[in-house]
């Protein structure tokens, strides 16, 4: 099949027009591939078909990992949606990884970076993310190590500020429940427990503050009796007792 022109149809593709009146549209890499520049013509359409199908399904994939970084898993599990081909999603994943766009120590890195800055995530929450993104130990614990104590510290500190200048309970309750959400987000119990010694909570006067709240907000709807074990109740539920 003989090619009598080409028109450009968007970022790196041609509408390629050949002498029988038919017309394909290709990727720029894929003419390039078969020379198709030089030759002015076709031998063997069904290999260019393939091969450009296989562009197409990689010229896609660029689109999803130009959204934000992705790890070698995300980019299979997303490539299995539209095939099951080895030679396809190999061919797609050995290009990614030539053309430096499946760096995976560049993607720990600023996953790690990203959580530091933009969470409160701690070293284990971090860690365990990442191997269920499919990295392994090793490769994480490479670039992990910029997450120090000293940073850890600050963190939960940083945490625990915040959360004490909403706090509404005892301190006993206050510190389980701290424990139990910094646990949660990945510290170390030993390192929460340390944070949490140095906080203080004037009970006496959060109880009269609650309290007040509590009388206020019920007394439309109870009296007497009713109205004053429904605040004890209240105040027995935020951890304070007589």
């Known amino acids: 099949m003989k090619i009598i022109k080409y028109v450009k149809s968007g970022k790196n593709k041609y509408h390629v027009y050949f002498a029988n009146g038919k017309s394909l549209l290709l990727y720029e890499d894929v003419i390039l591939k078969f020379d198709l520049l030089l ?51 190999n061919f797609i994943l050995d290009k990614l990884k030539s053309n430096n766009l499946l760096n995976q120590n560049l993607y720990i890195k600023s996953y790690i970076h990203d959580k530091i800055y933009l969470t409160l995530d701690g070293y284990y929450k971090i860690k365990n993310n990442l191997e269920k993104l499919g990295f392994k130990e090793e490769e994480i614990l490479q670039e992990i190590n910029i997450f120090t104590e000293e940073l850890a510290r600050e963190r939960i500190e940083k945490y625990l500020n915040k959360q004490l200048k909403s706090n509404k309970k005892s301190l006993y309750v206050f510190k389980n429940k701290m424990l139990i959400n910094l646990i949660n987000l990945g510290y170390k119990k030993e390192d929460i427990l340390k944070s949490l010694e140095n906080i203080q909570i004037n009970e006496n006067d959060l109880k009269e503050k ?5 009388r206020q907000k019920y007394a439309k709807k109870y009296s007497g009796f009713e109205l004053e074990q429904m605040i004890k109740r209240k105040l027995y539920e ?3 007792r007589d």
């Open 210 to 214: 609650e309290s007040l709240k509590l």
């Open 238 to 240: 935020k951890g304070f």
């Open 39 to 89: 030759k002015k013509e076709v031998k063997d359409l069904s290999s260019i078909i393939a091969y450009n199908e296989k562009y197409a399904l990689y010229d896609k994939t660029l689109t999803y990992i130009n959204k934000k970084l992705r790890s070698e898993k995300e980019i299979l599990k997303y490539l299995e949606k539209y095939t099951n081909d080895n030679d396809t999603i």
